[in-house]
């Protein structure tokens, strides 16, 4: 049986499924100053009800690392940084202790100037003497030649609890982003790991002898263990368990959309022949891009707490919350109030709604009724805007090949999912306003931990090789290897797979081939004075997010 | 996160499936380590810097540029369609203010591609900069129009599109004729006789660095430009000047490059040719958007970068000062006739051998331009490729009077009847039509 936990802003949800479907669910407000009081309540509800069967797994969410960050509650970071020649690396400067330290390795992975490490052991003893113990290493280019890395990382090694370099998190280029990834997972790193030690602990006191995974961005787990090298990975993963919650519970083999309705936010989520599409370049932590893979989606500012105004002659609804809905004792009418009035809801105190809108329509010469229509349609109006808008954006992102371009496949959606607290009451309203089909999933209440529960590991790898130079490198996966001339396309394909297979079976993950699949593919000509002097080949694998099969069938017959 | 102070739209298109050949300077590989650079860097990360995918141009849009024989569909790629149309997006992004600059970073070039096109020459085949420039006057009304061509070679297609057009200025500063192909550009060659002055070439010395060329650039181009006042600028921004060139023998760095393109402040930019595409491409591309963006570009230089190294000399110094002023003098008051050509009757005709080095194709023209006096005059071509059927062609340009839209159509009836041409094209600008006919 697998055990599934969603640590969300408002409730932690959990679940129980077997092979035969959902056995039993529990929720609790989340404590936000104590995470694991909240984990350890539901698993108290929820462990007992397994009886004698085994809970062979268990998968988490948590929105520790990205409330660490938004809070600005992480440690102080000693950064290394060997930008080379280009775009001024002070832009990514962060914190106190941020330095670039001269050396330059270009695209291809040749140093075109040497690392200054003296001025690296430097800036390492005044880190030192600042009592800074994490550190992030990141050199430009590393993907291609993490040596620079490698040397930072010797120089502060002997004084570090813990030190993060860059091509660790991606084969992927991107310097800022780079930079940004590895100092989030030093600053995250130790009070990451205390969670994990609980979570852990916990465990244990409950008897479960499961393995334990963390949710990640793009809606795939990871083993706890990798978690703690890799705590920045744990990010954002609350809206990745909603839409692997809704994978679960809805047969989708189509291109549809998401839409998780929650208090303050709508997120937007969409989906490709039943996939959802990953964000190619990572998800955005705080303003700063970043290399952590991510499902691909989008957060505008409506949901059940979203205040009604009215602005230049307009009703509007969110962005700004001013309080609960009137209907639970706020003080300002808010879209679920709207929904009671309108009868599509019935949640809290429906007078008190009634009398907010009332109140707020007679100021402005209108009546409560027309003011919760109005504010409805202009919620469900922006909402299809923001699905258009995101829509279009993945229609029309870039491509390299003649053949994309020309033959390139569009995203049309059929579907509309609806889930989140405020779904049922605006489903009907929805399916005015989209013409595609508006379903809510049974149990979307808690699809988010089912989610959870049935996500699969994911994992991606960035091959690159240069044949003229004999090299081959994974650097996510820390491989380096010397290749012959001849070395191909196929053979550095294979190299990908069998790289790739091999870490998820180091990491005791079961089903490695289950959804391998190559993403690009790409080899080119090096020609030099006209001859052809060698090839650089680019590879690109990964095991794509999606739920285990057999526990599947046991739960989407709820959609 | 960094912010670009002017918002720039990238059109980036490397076309990783097309090449001339496996070997061939232009090709697959061209543009993969500017986009590992670009990628690396993070430009599209930076707020204000999008990138955005090319339009693809259709048949119509290239009848606005070209005279196609025999005709677009057999001489034209889908990767030429594409390129033009990367170009034409980038004019889209400018007019339709959704960002303030643009640069189409894409390939194949299209700069040495003529009025008349039977092949490809220069690695050009359709001139991707003209079928913008068509765009730009026909959707949206630009009418004057400036294409400052800072590629290493004569932009001398550019050139023959816009001979007798005198509201585009086209202005090429590029490695002097006489070593270099395609072996044209010199300062004699200054359009037709109704458009004489709105072209202008500057032949700078081999050797010659950033100093000469942002010498030749604040002295000559930009009070030309000045005077001109055109509504829109485009750059033909070829990167073979760069000292690393295989192909060319200047000595620009990428610093130069970026300082050029922050003076000249052009609102759209389109890739040309550039060669190097280890040791230069990726660093000028970079300098070039971030200058176009109005960002830092003083960290931005080649891992090979040695300015004693490509100093340039003083003897290429004092011949860019003298030729800077003389220049300067001769196109602010450029003599009133070509001077080469003849004028027969109404008409000023000249005639002229193109060699397509690419396709191995010879062709020979008579042009004839009508010296109407009111408009810039219908232009009549006859053109024979190699030993094929001789074609007519028939331009009647925008804002031409009406006595010039009778010309041209009185042309192209009497060329049909006459029996002399097998092939035949009419371009009725005024009249948006286009007329192809097989005699």
Redesign the interface.
């Known amino acids: 049986m697998l055990l599934g936990i969603d640590v969300g802003g408002t409730h932690t949800d959990a679940v129980l499924v077997g092979t035969d479907g959902l056995k039993a669910w529990a929720k609790a407000k989340t404590n936000h100053t104590d995470l694991m009081a909240s984990i350890r309540d539901v698993l108290g509800q929820i462990v007992p009800q397994a009886g004698h069967e085994p809970i062979t797994r268990l998968n988490l969410s948590t929105t520790l690392s990205t409330n660490a960050i938004v809070e600005g509650l992480t440690e102080p970071v000693g950064v290394f940084v060997a930008a080379g020649?280009?775009?001024?690396p002070n832009?990514y400067a962060v914190g106190q202790h941020f330095r670039t330290i001269s050396g330059?390795t270009?695209?291809?992975g040749?140093i075109?100037?040497p690392l200054d490490e003296i001025s690296a052991l430097e800036h390492a003893a005044h880190c030192k003497t600042a009592g800074v113990s994490v550190y992030a290493c990141v050199g430009?280019?590393s993907p291609r030649n993490p040596d620079f890395e490698e040397t930072l990382r010797g120089v502060v090694h002997p004084q570090a609890d813990f030190v993060s370099c860059g091509h660790e998190f991606s084969g992927?280029?991107?310097?800022?982003?780079r930079i940004h990834t590895a100092v989030f997972n030093a600053s995250v790193w130790r009070v990451f790991n205390r969670f994990a030690d609980a979570v852990q602990r916990s465990a244990i006191g409950f008897g479960l002898n499961a393995q334990v995974n963390i949710l990640k961005a793009d809606g795939g787990t990871m083993p706890l263990s990798m978690s703690r090298t890799f705590p920045v990975e744990s990010i954002l993963s609350g809206p990745a368990a909603s839409v692997m919650g809704i994978i679960a519970v809805c047969d989708i083999d189509q291109d549809s959309v998401i839409l998780d309705i929650g208090g303050t936010t709508t997120d937007i989520a969409l989906f490709a022949d039943g996939a959802p599409l990953i964000e190619p370049?990572g998800a955005v932590i705080s303003?700063?891009?970043t290399l952590v893979r991510a499902l691909k989606s989008r957060s505008i500012g409506i949901g059940g707490d979203s205040a009604i105004t009215f602005v230049a002659g307009h009703v509007r609804v969110g962005p700004r919350r001013l309080g609960p809905a009137m209907a639970e004792g706020g003080n300002h009418p808010t879209l679920t109030d709207a929904l009671n009035v309108l009868g599509s809801a019935e949640l809290g105190d429906v007078s008190a709604s009634r009398r907010g809108l009332n109140e707020l329509a007679a100021q402005h010469g209108s009546d409560g009724r027309t003011m919760a229509q109005d504010a409805a349609l202009a919620a469900v109006t922006s909402i299809r805007a923001a699905v258009i808008e995101l829509t279009r954006a993945v229609n029309?992102?870039?491509?390299?090949?003649?053949?994309e371009?020309?033959e390139g496949k569009r995203l049309v959606p059929k579907t509309v999912y609806v889930m989140g607290g405020p779904a049922k009451a605006m489903a009907g309203l929805l399916s005015e306003v989209f013409p595609e089909d508006v379903l809510v999933p049974g149990n979307y209440a808690v699809a988010n931990a089912i989610g959870a529960a049935l996500s699969r590991p994911t994992l991606s790898a960035e091959l690159f090789a240069d044949t003229q130079r004999g090299r081959m490198l994974i650097p996510g996966l820390d491989v380096e290897e010397s290749v012959p001339r001849s070395y191909d396309l196929d053979a550095a394909q294979e190299d990908a797979a069998r790289y790739l297979r091999q870490y998820l079976e180091h990491l005791r993950i079961e089903d490695p081939e289950g959804m391998m699949e190559t993403i690009e593919a790409?080899s080119?000509?090096?020609?030099e004075?006209?001859?052809?002097v060698g090839r650089?080949i680019r590879v690109k694998c990964q095991i794509k997010p999606g739920v285990l099969p057999g526990y599947r069938k046991a739960v989407s017959r709820q959609c | 996160?960094?912010k670009a102070p002017s918002s720039l739209g990238v059109v980036?298109?490397?076309?990783?499936?097309?090449a001339i050949s496996?070997?061939h300077p232009e090709?697959?590989?061209r543009l993969?380590?500017t986009?590992?650079?670009l990628?690396?860097?993070?430009?599209f990360?930076f707020e204000g810097i999008r990138?955005?995918?090319?339009d693809?141009a259709k048949t119509g849009d290239v009848d606005l540029a070209h005279f196609t024989f025999p005709d677009v569909e057999q001489v034209v790629t889908?990767?030429h369609l594409?390129s033009a149309g990367g170009a034409m997006r980038a004019a889209r992004l400018v007019m339709e203010r959704e960002a303030k600059r643009a640069f189409a970073l894409v390939r194949p070039p299209g700069h040495h591609a003529m009025k008349v096109v039977h092949g490809t020459r220069g690695f050009c085949t359709i001139n991707i900069e003209a079928v913008m420039v068509e765009y730009l006057r026909e959707r949206y009304g630009v009418r004057r129009i400036a294409i400052v061509d800072t590629d290493c070679h004569h932009g001398d297609g550019t050139q023959d599109i816009y001979w007798n057009d005198p509201d585009v200025m086209f202005i090429s500063i590029h490695q002097d004729g006489r070593t270099i192909y395609p072996g044209s550009g010199f300062p004699y060659e200054l359009g037709g006789p109704t458009a004489i002055g709105s072209t202008c070439n500057i032949p700078l010395l081999p050797g010659t660095g950033d100093q000469g060329i942002l010498h030749m650039l604040d002295n000559v181009v930009l009070p030309v430009l000045e005077r001109f006042k055109p509504e829109i600028i485009i750059n033909s921004a070829g990167q073979d000047n760069h000292f690393s060139d295989?192909i060319t023998n200047m000595a620009f760095s990428a610093q130069g490059y970026a300082e050029l393109t922050r003076r000249l402040g052009a609102h759209i930019a389109v890739l040309e040719g550039g060669y190097s595409i280890?040791g230069a491409l990726?660093?000028v591309n970079?300098g070039i958007c971030?200058a176009m963006a109005d960002?830092?570009t003083?960290?931005?230089?080649?891992?090979?970068y040695d300015p004693e190294m490509i100093k340039q000399e003083q003897r290429v110094t004092d011949y860019t000062l003298s030729l800077a002023d003389q220049l300067r003098n001769y196109f602010m008051d450029p003599p009133p006739m070509p001077k080469h050509g003849r004028v027969e009757g109404e008409w000023f005709v000249r005639e002229k051998e193109i060699h397509y080095d690419t396709d191995g194709i010879f062709e020979r023209q008579t042009e004839k331009v009508f010296m109407c006096g009111q408009c810039p005059g219908t232009v009549v071509i006859e053109s024979r490729a190699d030993s094929g059927p001789l074609c007519l062609a028939v331009q009647i340009p925008l804002h031409a009077c009406p006595a010039c839209v009778e010309k041209g159509h009185e042309v192209f009836e009497t060329g049909q009847r006459s029996k002399n041409y097998r092939r035949a094209m009419l371009v009725d600008r005024p009249g948006k039509d286009v007329k192809r006919v097989l005699i």
């Open positions: 020649p280009g775009v001024n832009a330059a270009d695209h291809r040749r075109t100037s430009k280019f992927q280029l991107g310097f800022g982003r370049e303003g700063r891009p029309d992102r870039p491509v390299y090949t003649i053949y371009l020309l790409q080119f000509n090096m020609v004075d006209d001859a052809m650089t | 996160m960094l980036f298109f490397p076309a990783y499936d097309w496996p070997t090709r697959q590989e993969l380590y986009q590992d650079q990628r690396e860097e993070g430009l990360d990138e955005y995918k090319p693809v889908s990767s594409i295989p280890q990726p660093y970079l971030l960002m830092d003083s960290q931005v230089s080649e891992p090979t």
